[in-house]
């Protein structure tokens, strides 16, 4: 196996999306000993993360809580600022972007919350909250807003979308407050979303609905998507490709169908467990998981999950593995970092 330092895509066009060595490092209240020396304590949030999307791609970001995944997604659109690294969208490193730029760039990139209920201000209409990023970016009179207000509440499954347009969020249900708020990221065009757990909180029953809408933005706007969610089911439901992460490292990355039904990382198996059995075309032998998650502020030298996997041996603990790309075929995940990638594991 050749060593790289990037998730790759299948396409070979300009990738739309192209992070390099990204960080994100919170500094924490230091241990006496720490002060005495004068040495600072640094939580890696997001370590070193590389990877791509392209334009009309739908990129799946899993790992549990405390993974990184949000914070990664929020550095994508500079709702927090790196440490270090590069974030090229467009062929611009948008880390280098002043103020009045980041505006404009936002027209270009939108997010999509995870809780409907506090996305959305109570007080205001539909119609107010959908318009609201037009007038932000001073575009169009106010029958050209309403026009195309009307049309991202269509898009977003809000039809016919005048009768919606003076409720409060209050008359509406979860799933429609849901797509109020996928209405508000449309309504400028963005060439990129970023969805992170936009299901988490909705019944079941309109789970589906949501996700299809990310499927025709895809089809029909060429839009690229990073879909950011420890809901393994629903990746593979929509995903092209999915990135999984731990403790702010990429751990595996490959087609989705390969991730989630042919896992290579000891992790990723471990969260394939969470899933229903209904989910899964076979059911997963329960792995031994013994010994405690590291401390995200004192990382060990190696794997770090290394405490956890019952792989795992002297050099796992000593070396820390590199996301490496693999040539096992079709049916495997395109990078793994692991010194002992999982083989033939169908599941």
Not at 285 to 300: A, K, N
């Amino acid at each position: 196996m050749s060593i790289t330092t990037k998730p790759e895509s299948d396409s070979d066009s300009q990738a739309l999306i192209d992070v390099n060595d990204l960080s994100k490092l919170y500094e924490t209240n230091q241990s006496i000993i720490s002060r005495l020396f004068g040495e600072k304590e640094y939580l890696r949030a997001v370590d070193n993360v590389s990877f791509e999307i392209q334009q009309g791609e739908i990129v799946g970001l899993a790992g549990q809580s405390g993974c990184g995944k949000s914070t990664l997604g929020e550095l994508l659109v500079q709702l927090q600022e790196p440490s270090s690294g590069e974030i090229i969208i467009d062929g611009d490193d948008i880390t280098e972007y002043s103020s009045s730029e980041l505006k404009t760039f936002r027209r270009k990139c939108q997010v999509i919350f995870q809780d409907p209920y506090e996305a959305i201000n109570p007080r205001f209409t539909v119609s107010r909250i959908v318009s609201e990023p037009l007038k932000i970016h001073s575009i169009g009179d106010r029958q050209e807003r309403t026009e195309r207000t009307i049309k991202a509440l269509n898009d977003a499954g809000l039809s016919p979308a005048e009768e919606y347009l003076g409720s409060f969020p209050r008359e509406l249900s979860g799933g429609e407050r849901q797509r109020v708020n996928i209405a508000r990221a449309i309504v400028l065009e963005p060439d990129f979303l970023i969805a992170d757990e936009p299901v988490s909180m909705l019944d079941v029953s309109v789970r589906t609905g949501i996700l299809k809408l990310f499927e025709k933005f895809k089809e029909e706007m060429e839009m690229s998507i990073l879909y950011v969610s420890h809901d393994l089911s629903t990746i593979n439901y929509l995903c092209d490709r999915t990135m999984i992460m731990y403790l702010g490292k990429v751990v595996e990355v490959g087609k989705t169908r390969n991730v989630i039904h042919y896992p290579s990382h000891p992790y990723t198996k471990t969260l394939l467990q969470s899933v229903p059995d209904t989910q899964k075309q076979t059911d997963i032998t329960e792995e031994s998981v013994q010994g405690e998650v590291p401390d995200p502020i004192d990382l060990p030298p190696g794997c770090r999950y290394a405490s956890w996997c019952s792989y795992a041996d002297e050099k796992c603990e000593r070396d820390e593995p590199l996301l490496q790309q693999r040539d096992d075929g079709e049916e495997a995940s395109d990078q793994v970092a692991c010194h002992y990638p999982i083989e033939n594991n169908a599941v």
